[in-house]
């Protein structure tokens, strides 16, 4: 595995990015003509260009010192003295484009174009794929004024490009299809640690509070065969046996924990493609959650690479409540508002279980998105034997106490995000399930109930960079028809704050702390504090 993780950060170390071809690509942020030419009708990419648009309207908050400088419609060449030729210098270097700019040579206008197109082409993809944060504001109103001052030299690129498409269109035509593959990696490397008096599993044991040093590593392959679809296989390798067993608590879980050994692993195998303009299938053969064929509604937080440290900070856990192999759907109601369905079935692939007689979990999601500012989901999911989520009391993952084997559950979530402004977001989500022993007599119930409020300060000290805040109560049983000894006796709270610092596009460090007052809801255990500093390198 030292062996995996020094090549890994060789290839870092060297700038060097794997990338056959972008799939799906479209030049969002230049001209919709080319968009409408490649057919890019995903969902993705429509948000994408939703958040592009989103840019262009917040532009008036940047200060533009460039207005009295002579127009660039009035230079016959661009020369390195030129501020068009330092801004566009700067970009193509940030975003990694392979344009020489070396012996400070002058450009005509048209080869200025043609290497502004190239960095709008790049940035375009970074949005497109999802990587939207990448792009700084600053850098958005920069590429505005540019494209306003050579928009004749970059409408007359266009035109070309797409007398180039139209004479390839029978070649393309007369292929079944064109296979693209890219491939990306990210390594994580943790130090973290526990402290506390006693565990909160009624053990009387003392907290583990030794350091731990952990990794992960994660390969993805993502795959084009008509250019709107998309396969994705992950394999990954990590080495983190996780805080629970120190804490005696999955309260106190991290959210990047997982221990192969080092041992690489499948972890993901998954297909999407467009059927019709509104409609998006989903196919998780491997892997999936139920959380893949609906927004989480916490895209600030929810990556477990660069978002919130622990578990249950990354998104409300009733989206936890179903794993393995299965199908999502979703359908643009309007431009705002989308149905999102899945189901995913644990043991699929058993002959004896199959899909409908394994642990299950189905979701039907409304998901509104105004303006890029503003999302709210409205959730309803459906689970067999699926209640453990990790991140309550033991109570909550089992509300009967290993007595029934045959657990059905309704859980109910509501879940926002509201960006006040480019700095600073609000969000939170409130999550109900009335869980239902199919198999004890009389069909007892248990109600579980978890709430969080989350705060998130977006380029915080630095672009790229992120503050978060979450506070809230873990899953935790309310009501149960056994008897008050099936309830949690008080009420446990989450404590959680990090800040991401981003070193460079491929480098950041997170140093995270998280305080848990009255674990597994009981006042008699000891307070529990984790501490974890996550370097997360992407390439």
Do not use: C
């Amino acid at each position: 595995m030292f062996l995996v993780a020094g090549i890994v950060l060789q290839i870092i170390s060297n700038n060097i990015r794997t990338s056959i071809f972008v799939f799906g690509a479209t030049l969002a942020l230049t001209n919709s003509v080319f968009a409408s030419e490649l057919k890019q009708e995903n969902t993705d990419l429509e948000r994408a260009n939703n958040l592009s648009s989103s840019f262009k309207e917040s532009a008036p908050y940047e200060a533009n010192s460039l207005e009295r400088i002579t127009p660039v419609s009035q230079l016959d060449n661009i020369s390195a003295r030129d501020w068009q030729w330092q801004t566009l210098k700067s970009l193509s270097q940030r975003y990694n484009t392979t344009i020489d700019f070396n012996g400070d040579r002058s450009f005509t206008r048209y080869e200025f174009a043609s290497t502004l197109d190239a960095v709008l082409t790049e940035i375009s993809k970074l949005i497109a794929t999802g990587d939207a944060e990448r792009v700084s504001q600053a850098d958005i109103t920069k590429l505005q004024r540019l494209q306003t001052e050579f928009a004749a030299e970059l409408a007359n690129l266009q035109t070309r490009r797409v007398e180039g498409l139209e004479s390839q269109t029978q070649q393309l035509e007369a292929q079944q299809f064109s296979t693209t593959t890219t491939l990306s990696g990210q390594v994580i490397f943790a130090v973290s640690s526990a402290f506390g008096d006693e565990k909160a599993d009624g053990s009387s044991e003392k907290v583990d509070s030794n350091l731990v040093l952990s990794d992960r590593v994660r390969l993805t392959f993502n795959t084009s065969f008509m250019g709107e679809d998309r396969l994705r296989v992950r394999i990954q390798a990590n080495n983190f046996p996780g805080v629970e067993d120190a804490t005696g608590t999955t309260m106190a879980r991290l959210g990047f924990e997982g221990d192969s050994e080092n041992q690489f692993e499948l972890t993901r195998i998954e297909y999407r493609f467009p059927v019709g303009e509104q409609t998006t299938v989903y196919a998780g053969v491997f892997g999936s959650g139920i959380d893949d064929f609906a927004d989480t509604v916490n895209s600030f937080l929810d990556s477990s690479s660069r978002g919130a440290i622990s578990r249950f900070g990354r998104r409300n856990p009733i989206y936890r409540q179903g794993s393995g192999t299965g199908v999502g759907v979703e359908y643009d109601l309007t431009e705002e508002i989308s149905l999102q369905l899945g189901y995913v079935a644990e043991d699929a692939n058993e002959p004896e279980s199959g899909i409908g007689g394994s642990a299950y979990g189905a979701i039907a999601q409304l998901y509104f998105e105004y303006s890029d500012r503003f999302e709210l989901g409205l959730t309803y999911i459906h689970s067999y034997n699926q209640l453990d989520t990790g991140t309550g009391s033991e109570l909550a993952n089992d509300p009967f106490d290993e007595n029934s084997d045959a657990i059905r559950a309704n859980s109910y979530g509501v879940a926002t995000t509201w960006q006040i402004n480019p700095k600073f977001a609000i969000g939170g989500w409130m999550g109900l399930t009335n869980a239902t022993a199919a198999d004890l007599p009389g069909n007892p119930t248990a109600e579980i109930f978890n709430y969080a409020i989350t705060l998130a300060f977006p380029d915080l000290g630095k672009e790229g960079s992120l503050g978060g805040i979450v506070i809230g109560q873990p899953p935790k049983v309310t009501n149960s028809d056994l008897s008050t000894d099936f309830q949690d006796r008080n009420t446990a709270w989450h404590f959680e704050a990090f800040y991401r610092f981003k070193f460079s596009e491929q480098i950041s460090m997170t140093p995270g702390f998280l305080v848990i007052i009255n674990p597994e809801h009981d006042n008699n255990n000891d307070t529990l504090y984790v501490g974890t500093i996550r370097t997360t390198f992407e390439f």
